[in-house]
Structure formats: C-alpha cells, structure tokens
C-alpha cells in the first residue's frame, strides 16, 4: 500500500513559477484532448490503454501542437486515462447503487451489473441515464499540474543544507530548479501542482515503512458512528477525535466573518468604479481582495482536520480487529433546507476524509472494515428497535423509557446490523424503516398486561414467557 507525502517549495522565484505555470497549462490542453476524445460517451468500451493512444497521436503528429517535451505529455496522458478509469469506475459504484434499489430480481440485477461490467449500459436507457447523472465526462478541469518520471528528475542538497528539486521545463536540457521546504528528497513519479505562487510536490512512500503501519490492531470487534464534535464514536462508549467540533465551528464563525468583511471590501471596490475611481477599486482588489493568504489559511485547517481524524481512526483501530462503520462515501439528502451557517460547518468533505481515514488506517494496520446500512441508526433505540425522538446528543425512547447518548447509541446500532439477516448494505431506506417498525410491534406484543385485570388464559398460552418478562 502507499502513501502520499506532500513537499512546499521555498522563497520560488516569480520567473519560475511563471515557466511552470506555462508548461502546466500546455498540459492542460493535453488532459483536455484526451477527455475530450475518450473520456466521453463516445469512448466507452473502446479499451484503449494509454500507450495505443501515445502511439496514435505520434503516428498523427497531433503531440507537435501542444508545444512540450514528448516525456511530459506522454506521462500526462497516462495520467489522463487513468483519472478517466477512476472517475467512471466511481460512477459505476453509484449506478450499481441505483440497481440494488430499482429492482430485487436476481436475473434482473444480473443482467444490469453485466452491462455495467463489460462496458455495454450505453444500450440501456436506465444506466445510461445512471452513468450520465454520475460521471464527469468529456472535460478536463485541470490545467495546473505537471506529472513527472521518477528518471526526469533529480534532487540535492546546497552548501547552507537547502534541498534543491531539479524538473524538466519546456526547452530540451534545460530543467527548472525548485528550491523545497524539506530535507527528504522525493522519490518516485512526482505531481507538481501549482497554487497561490507555490508548489506542492507530491510523491509516495511506501506505508509499510511508515511507523504508524507497525503498530497491531486489536482483537475486538467495534462499530463507530461519525459525529461532529468528535470524530468517532465506539460501541464502548468512547468518543476519539473530540476536538473536531472546536476545529470545525472555529473555522466556520472565522469565515463568516472574512467573507463579511471582504464582501464591504468588495462593495466599495465596485462603487468606486462606478465613480471613474478605478485606482482605488485596483488598489482594493490586489491588497485587501487576494486568495494566497485565503488558500494558505484553508491548506493549514484542512490539514489540522486531517490529523485529528486520522488520529481518531488509529485509536479506534487500536481497540478493533473489525471495524463496523456505515458507507460514508453514500450522499444522503436532506429532509428539510438548512442554514449557511450549519451547512458551512457540517461540510461534506470532512465525510470523505473520515471514510479515507477508516479505510487507510485499517488496511496498513491489518484491521477489517466492514460496511453497513446506516439507514435510522441514529434514530432507533438499540435495545428496543423502536424510532424514538432525537433531541440535540441524546435518543429519548418512549418505549423503554430510556434517554441514550445519541452518538453511542449510533455506534451500537451499526455494530448490530453487521450480523442482520433482514438489511443489507443496499436495502432503501424506505425498507429499512418498515423493517423497524414491524420488529418494534412484534416487541411490543410480548410485553405484560399493564392493566391491573387478570391475564386471559388465552394469551397466557401464547406467550408462556410474558410473567417473567420485566416491563
């Protein structure tokens, strides 16, 4: 398994970063031809691997436009074709979802995931309508990337112990030298993205040899519930990751407030064009209304963010042989709109990080993660099975008459529909919750008499148990 370090470049000369932005534009409309003519409707099912459509456009001569060295432009539509595979293959993930809840006919499902398989849904209006909905097709959005050969480059070290990252430029034999905040040397086929006047190199490593990968799993089997003020939450009870809420809500109020402030900013600038003041609306514009600060300040939270939620999911994992977690990568739609501020804290991304976290973690340490339907988990009681009413962190079940911490009531819940006979990872929703409710009356009919009249010999004998049961 691998893993993906990140090295900044250092006090970058403005020039350079210009050459690089140009080659990285270059490229750009290398990744946008080869979306453009495979990674569309009309090359699905072609097969064509990165090397055939290398040597096409050689015989074609159509690499002389782009204008770069023939190493750069091969390893970008390698990289091409294989966000290409990436992205359809993920929207095959959604479209066999939308499978599972269309029909329940073996044949049936059979049928479609064979098409979906062999690259032949273009034939079938309901998973083309699938694939159409959930792959990003034809277009390429990325122009500030530059893919190079673990051969194309080279690093080493100054006499005032500076590392200095040496990469290929537009001319033949003239490289481009990228003075690097790190002393680790980057190895391997490198990914060199531009933003905000600095570089990000990204390499990887492998995580075997990382000092997190040595250290064992446990041997239990737990089931966790993402939550907000924490990151996780066991069936133990336990909460890991618990200054995620401060992280999240610290970010949110401060950028609330920014884009209050940049948005007065932004007000004046426009006015004082409207007056003929364009000076004052340029001089607003570069000082107060720039993104290098912005970015650099959403680089550092995301980062803070990570390591909170990875730290959590080694915790978690340090207890586990088996995790048992819903399938964070599902989108789940709202019932009613929420506010910009609950949105804003509540961000989707950190959904994604956490299920990359579970997933990394557990795979370098040797744990098993194991998905679930996590349809009502954070709404049913886990003793009683019965939907009760959610009130901020707690689950109040008017059935057992119990109030349960709402996240470690989650966590057991998932724990248990690891072993449910009756829901599946794909079951709806709609399924699921008819599924609760029936198990809930059926619990409820084995419950005593609460009134005080004697119990009728008939339903004695149907329920021989019913006196010994405690209410």
Request: with cysteine.
């Amino acid at each position: 398994m691998k893993a993906t370090r990140i090295a900044y470049s250092a006090q970058l000369n403005a020039g350079k970063y210009a050459a690089l932005v140009r080659q990285a534009r270059r490229l750009g409309r290398v990744r946008g031809e080869v979306w453009q003519r495979y990674g569309s409707i009309d090359g699905v099912g072609s097969g064509l691997k990165d090397r055939q459509i290398r040597d096409q456009w050689l015989a074609e001569n159509t690499h002389a436009q782009f204008g770069v060295l023939a190493n750069a432009w091969k390893e970008t539509v390698r990289d091409a074709v294989t966000d290409i595979a990436a992205n359809l293959a993920a929207a095959k993930v959604q479209a066999r979802r939308a499978v599972g809840r269309r029909t329940a006919d073996p044949d049936e499902r059979k049928r479609l995931f064979t098409a979906l398989k062999t690259d032949k849904w273009t034939g079938d209006p309901f998973l083309a309508r699938q694939m159409r909905k959930h792959w990003k097709r034809g277009k390429n959005r990325t122009h500030d990337q530059i893919v190079v050969r673990a051969d194309q480059h080279n690093s080493k070290l100054d006499a005032r112990g500076r590392l200095w990252l040496a990469v290929p430029g537009l001319e033949r034999r003239k490289t481009v030298k990228i003075p690097l905040s790190t002393t680790v040397a980057p190895a391997g086929t490198l990914r060199l993205i531009l933003r905000g006047g600095r570089v990000e190199v990204h390499y990887q490593i492998d995580a075997a040899e990382m000092r997190t990968s040595q250290r064992p799993c446990g041997d239990r089997t737990l089931g966790v519930d993402k939550g907000y003020t924490e990151a996780l939450t066991d069936s133990d009870g336990k909460h890991h990751g618990t200054s995620l809420g401060e992280l999240l809500t610290g970010e949110s109020d401060r950028l609330k407030e920014r884009n209050r402030r940049r948005a007065k900013l932004r007000s004046i600038a426009n006015s004082a064009a409207q007056r003929g003041d364009h000076a004052k609306a340029a001089r607003i514009k570069v000082n107060n209304l720039g993104t290098g600060k912005r970015d650099r300040q959403a680089t550092r939270h995301q980062a803070r963010v990570r390591t909170e939620i990875f730290t959590a999911a080694h915790r978690v994992v340090d207890k586990a042989a088996t995790v048992v977690a819903e399938d964070l990568t599902k989108s789940f739609a709202g019932r009613k709109p929420l506010g910009k501020n609950t949105n804003r804290r509540l961000a989707a991304w950190t959904k994604g990080v956490t299920a990359e976290a579970l997933a990394n973690v557990s795979e370098r340490r040797g744990s098993a993660l194991v998905h679930v339907n996590a349809a009502y988990t954070s709404q049913a009681c886990h003793r009683c099975g019965r939907l009760g009413r959610r009130s901020g962190d707690r689950l109040h079940c008017t059935l057992c008459r119990v109030v349960w911490q709402a996240d470690v009531n989650a966590a057991i819940n998932i724990l248990q529909r690891a072993g449910d006979p009756d829901i599946a990872l794909h079951t709806p929703h709609h399924a699921v919750k008819q599924i609760l409710q029936e198990r809930t009356d059926r619990h409820r009919t084995r419950l005593p008499v609460q009134d005080p009249s004697p119990t009728p010999a008939g339903r004695r004998a149907n329920y021989p148990n019913c006196s010994a049961m405690s209410d």
